[in-house]
Nanobody, 115 residues
Framework: QVQLVESGGGLVQAGGSLRLSCAASGITFELYAVGWYRQVPGKQRELVATITRYGSTKYADSVKGRFTISRDNAKNTVSLQMNSLNPEDTAVYYC?????????WGQGTQVTVSS
């Protein structure tokens, strides 16, 4: 049974920081590209950041320079360090694992940034 469990969401003031973590089980984690997506009500889920199994990263333009994605294959975790948060970053953040189109999602964690 595959599980992706996110943690670390919450309420923070604008300019603050949060760190999201996602713990994976049931997959050979080191083979997967993993990442974070976010969604606000009424909008499509959008990519925030991804990291391949080789360590290559990709970021949405809106978070470049503020967010950093990292992975720990020994612990089967992927993290997202979010700095300089602004109210536009408010969303439910989802962890994703993908291997050649075989895709899994976490249940999501709410991030709310107050102005």
């Amino acid at each position: 049974q595959v599980q992706l469990v996110e943690s670390g969401g919450g309420l923070v003031q604008a300019g603050g920081s949060l760190r999201l973590s996602c713990a994976a089980s049931g997959i050979t984690f080191e083979l997967y590209a993993v990442g974070w997506y976010r969604q606000v009500p009424g909008k499509q889920r959008e990519l925030v950041a991804t990291i391949t199994r080789y360590g290559s990263t990709k970021y949405a333009d809106s978070v470049k320079g503020r967010f950093t994605i990292s992975r720990d294959n020994a612990k089967n975790t992927v993290s997202l360090q979010m700095n300089s948060l602004n109210p536009e970053d408010t969303a439910v953040y989802y962890c994703n694992a993908n291997l050649y189109g075989n895709e899994y999602w976490g249940q999501g964690t709410q991030v709310t940034v107050s102005s």
